[in-house]
């Protein structure tokens, strides 16, 4: 898979998947490097990002967005470089970001649901406009400041905490004042990682540990405040053990496999929320599109000051766009999955 700038190559839709991924679930093609329209851009992608909600947008429903279409390129978020552009506000040689397909050239129209941002000349990595910059990052600044209003003295619960979101929520809750923060991670030395490099004060073995003992022993007088990336057991177990006047905020469902819409547990402990006055509110960074430059600026005053962990699970080369994706279920390296695919000029 040689990279020629007069080959579109792309990753397609093959058929639409039932359960885990596999290499027949994607189709690799080469085509002709596509022309923009008026209103449009043509991107040259350099990065794709990872998430879960893609296995979702590539079911029959497609969760929040239009599902992938079998035959049509896999969507994801993906910094590029504008090639050329029939849109007054890009110019050639722009470095963008927002939703992409996993194609070298994509034709985009940047009034999308999420806008095609311009990214600024920095002194960090580019990818991380992917991660702590990106969706990650600023869904976890969202949802703790704006959804969990953490406070100082606050003990905070995160699921998913090796994750791009689940980390950087962490940290985030520490730099508020948090008093205690305890993380879910799968696994001893998942667990270590949390403690080291990213800032939690304790760590549950989800896997191996017995979830309610770790829980009352680190949280005697309950969790003032959940951020739930996991769903499923864990959301359950932890309707037990919040304070009276809790607070949870739902962003992803990991215990979930994305297949289909059906398959998301419900909370079956859901009652306790009325007993204990619990608040429970989602977060969706579309809703918070106009506030992204807001974010940006917090998670880099905290980046430089050393409170917010940056870490990415890096890969190169387009060939392995597909087995990346199923690697988001079946257990990854810690941070955010990024896959490089080319350089800027
Ligand atoms: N609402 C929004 O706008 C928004 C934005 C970003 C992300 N999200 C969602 O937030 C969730 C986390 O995203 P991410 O980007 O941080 O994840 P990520 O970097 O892809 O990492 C996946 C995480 O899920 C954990 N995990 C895997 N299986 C699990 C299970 N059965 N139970 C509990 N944890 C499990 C993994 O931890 P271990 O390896 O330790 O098990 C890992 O930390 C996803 O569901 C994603 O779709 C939502």
Known sequence: MKTDKKINRQWLLARRPVGTLTSEDFEYKESAVPTPSEGEVLVRMLYFGYDASQRLWISEHGGYMKP????EPIRCMGIG????????????????????????YVVTKPDAQMPL??????????????????????TAYFG????????????????????????IAGDICKALGAKQVIGFAG????????????????????????????LRELCPDGVDAYYDNAGGDILDT?????????????????????????????????????????RMEGVHLFFYRDRLAEGVAQLARWVEEGKVHVEECLYEGFEKAPELLASVFTGKRPGKMVLKVGDPE
Request: hydrophobic share 40%; aromatic share 10%.
């Open 68 to 71: 992938v279409q079998v035959g």
């Open 81 to 104: 470089q504008v090639v050329s552009s029939r849109h007054a506000d890009y110019a050639e040689g722009d470095l963008v970001d927002g939703f992409f397909s996993w194609q070298d």
């Open 117 to 138: 941002r311009i990214l600024p000349k920095a002194d960090y990595p580019l990818s991380w406009n992917l991660g702590v910059f990106g969706v990650g990052g600023l």
């Open 144 to 167: 703790v400041t704006d959804v969990l209003r953490v406070k100082p003295g606050d003990t905070v619960v995160v699921s998913a905490a090796t994750g791009a979101t689940g980390s």
């Open 187 to 214: 696994g001893p030395e998942k667990c270590r990682w949390i403690l080291e490099k990213a800032h939690f004060d304790a760590a549950i073995d989800y896997k191996n540990d017995d979830v309610e003992q770790r």
């Open 238 to 278: 932890m309707f037990l053990h919040m304070a009276p006047r809790g607070r949870m905020v739902l962003c992803g469902a990991m215990s979930s496999d994305y297949s289909d819409m059906d398959g998301f547990q419900g909370p079956k402990n859901y009652v306790l929320a009325i007993t204990k006055m619990l």
